[in-house]
């Protein structure tokens, strides 16, 4: 069992930066991809971004390309995203999910969540 929890989140103007982080309960953190998610009112849980478990490897999604970095701590059991340039169409809770061995860009392929952390950006 893995519990997660996120913070960081909060009320940015447009083109302003955010850091969120993910920490992981138990020994194994290193086992497990990590992946990013959102949701903004009325819509689907969308990919962001996701980190393989030795941290070698990522993958973003095509909206935040270039503006947002994964990364992840793994003597630390974190994961963080570093979010620059930040838009309104970026508002939504964020989600971390953990599951694993492979990195995946789908929710449902994530075995474990945290409880969300708002990001809201304002124009």
């Known amino acids: 069992q893995v519990q997660l929890v996120e913070s960081g989140g909060g009320l940015v103007e447009a083109g302003g930066s955010l850091r969120l982080s993910c920490v992981a309960s138990?020994?194994?953190?290193?086992?497990?991809?990590m992946g990013w998610f959102r949701q903004a009112p009325g819509k689907e849980r969308e990919f962001v971004a996701a980190?393989?478990?030795?941290?070698?490897?990522?993958n973003y999604a095509d909206s935040v390309k270039g503006r947002f970095t994964i990364s992840r701590d793994n003597a630390k059991n974190t994961m963080y995203l570093q979010m620059n340039s930040l838009k309104p169409g970026d508002t939504a809770v964020y989600y971390c999910?953990?599951?694993?061995?492979?990195?995946?860009?789908?929710?449902?392929?994530?075995?474990?969540w945290g409880q969300g952390t708002q990001v809201t950006v304002s124009s």
């Open positions: 999910g953990g599951k694993y061995y492979d990195l995946k860009t789908v929710p449902a392929s994530y075995a474990y």
């Open positions: 138990g020994r194994t953190f290193s086992s497990y991809a």
């Open positions: 980190i393989s478990g030795s941290g070698s490897s990522t």
